[in-house]
């Protein structure tokens, strides 16, 4: 079975600094996708960037970026120049590319912006 | 376009009692997920449908019966609520399976607390 491990609970940035937070996953698949999603107050599942597993070049969009590690089975994700709106849970999330289609989520990281 | 809408946004029940927990999404997906979200933890698939008339079981279906009776509409039963069903309960959408058109896009979540 597929799992995905986050392994800090939370973590902490001063604004405009930058802050990467970690992803591991466990697979037999060789074909697959890797997902950040954000999950603010509002208690919206928002995604942030997703990543195939086939690409060798790491995604990034605007200020969010991911550093991914196929064969270590890593998948971090780097926020830069942090801004108030980004603070919320983070999770990562894992699904196979054949068959139903379904997410698996780490345990989340709750991401708290300092001004 | 309302995207994935979902109702009650919170419900107290009691031990024994059943309700449905609804889902409409007004984007033509084919694919309908339904997650449930426990305090400090990540999402979990309890059913999921890859069209109307067409439904399996997640990871966490033992308490919960789903039908899919219409492309828009993925309503979520419970039948004789426990309190280990308190949780965050979220409906997801889909359109198909390329790389374009997987993204699943979550509705707000209901909060069920069952007493």
């Known amino acids: 079975a597929q799992t995905v491990t986050q392994s800090q609970p939370e973590m902490s940035v001063q604004e405009a600094e930058t802050v990467t937070l970690s992803c591991t996953y466990d697979?037999?698949?060789?074909?697959?996708?890797l997902f950040w999603y954000k999950q603010p107050p509002s208690r919206q599942m928002i995604l942030v960037i997703r990543q195939e597993a086939y690409k060798q070049q790491n995604a990034t969009e605007n200020r969010f970026s991911v550093n991914f590690q196929k064969a270590a089975k890593s998948f971090s994700l780097k926020i830069s120049d942090s801004q108030l709106g980004d603070a919320a849970m983070y999770f990562c999330?894992?699904?196979?590319?054949?068959?139903?289609?379904?997410?698996?989520f780490g345990q989340g990281t709750r991401l708290t912006i300092n001004p | 376009n309302a995207g994935v809408t979902q109702t009650p946004k919170f419900r107290i029940l009691k031990i024994g009692q059943s309700m449905t927990l609804q889902c409409t999404q007004d984007m033509n997906h084919n694919y309908m997920y339904w997650y449930r979200q426990d305090p400090g933890m990540g999402l979990k698939l309890i059913y999921y449908s890859v069209g109307a008339g067409i439904t399996d079981k997640g990871e966490v279906p033992n308490g919960y019966n789903v039908s899919r009776s219409t492309t828009e509409d993925f309503p979520l039963r419970l039948e004789l609520a426990a309190p280990s069903q308190t949780s965050v309960y979220f409906c997801?959408?889909?359109?198909?399976?390329?790389?374009?058109?997987?993204?699943?896009?979550f509705g707000p979540g209901t909060r069920l607390t069952v007493l």
């Open positions: 697979t037999s698949e060789s074909d697959y996708y």
């Open positions: 999330a894992y699904k196979v590319i054949q068959g139903a289609q379904k997410l698996v």
């Open positions: 997801a959408s889909s359109y198909g399976l390329a790389a374009n058109t997987d993204t699943q896009y």
